[in-house]
């Protein structure tokens, strides 16, 4: 079935700091791929998506690109900001009769210290 | 803007005892609604994907007989927890969205604990 793995389960930065979270996925065809952030007492959010390959999606100064072939959907930023600090969680979706199904991956805890 | 609701925030049950939860859809037709748990520790299982005059699907480890979901409108959807147990505890989440060509908006979840 499809998968997501995103290798780093906790980061930890400093302001202004370069971040990057690796995301890889498993799925047939063209997936769309999804970045989602989670703040403590809400539920995730959309932070932007890709459908193509070597498409970028960004937003808030995070950007990811889409890789077919490494699988692979990493996300950066360049300057983090204590703000940023949530869960990040990678997701594909990919129509499977008749409805879209987002996988999510395992999450990656971003602490940035001020 | 698309906004989901879930209540209740949180809750307690026993242990063996049944919980309802609902999601609300506000300023969209939510024609498929996602419901996803969230256990500690781990990522977001989906549990069924209901679609506006289709069949619930359940996930495999979850059915209709542990997970009731109704979704009556466009508006509107409800999953119950039946003969809730520790492993049962978690945090729910509700998705839903408009079109298949949309994005899912989640609400902030139901957190169930159980006693």
């Known amino acids: 079935g499809d998968s997501v793995t995103q290798t780093e389960g906790q980061v930890a930065l400093s302001e202004e700091d370069f971040l990057t979270i690796h995301c890889n996925y498993s799925a047939s065809g063209y997936p769309t791929l999804f970045w989602y952030v989670q703040y403590p007492g809400e539920g995730p959010q959309l932070l932007f998506r890709a459908s193509r390959d070597k498409e970028k999606g960004s937003s808030r100064g995070f950007e990811a690109t889409y890789d077919k072939g490494t699988t692979s959907f990493h996300l950066r930023k360049a300057s983090v900001q204590e703000s940023d600090s949530a869960v990040y969680y990678c997701?594909?979706?990919?129509?499977?009769?008749?409805?879209?199904?987002?996988?999510f991956g395992q999450g990656t805890v971003l602490s940035v210290i001020p | 803007g698309a906004l989901v609701y879930q209540y209740p925030r949180r809750t307690i049950c026993k242990s063996g005892t049944s919980m309802r939860m609902e999601c609300q859809a506000v300023?969209?037709?939510?024609?498929?609604v996602a419901w996803y748990r969230q256990s500690p520790q781990k990522t977001f299982e989906l549990i069924a994907l209901?679609?506006?005059?289709?069949?619930?699907?359940?996930e495999q480890n979850f059915t209709q007989e542990k997970f009731p979901i109704s979704h009556p409108n466009l508006s509107f959807s409800s999953m119950t927890v039946l003969n809730a147990y520790l492993e049962d505890r978690g945090l729910y989440l509700c998705?839903?969205?408009?079109?298949?060509?949309?994005?899912?908006?989640f609400g902030s979840g139901t957190r169930l604990l159980v006693i």
């Open positions: 997701a594909l979706s990919r129509p499977t009769g008749g409805n879209n199904k987002l996988t």
């Open positions: 998705g839903a969205r408009g079109g298949a060509n949309s994005d899912y908006t």
């Open positions: 209901s679609t506006v005059n289709s069949a619930i699907k359940y």
């Open positions: 300023g969209f037709q939510a024609t498929s």
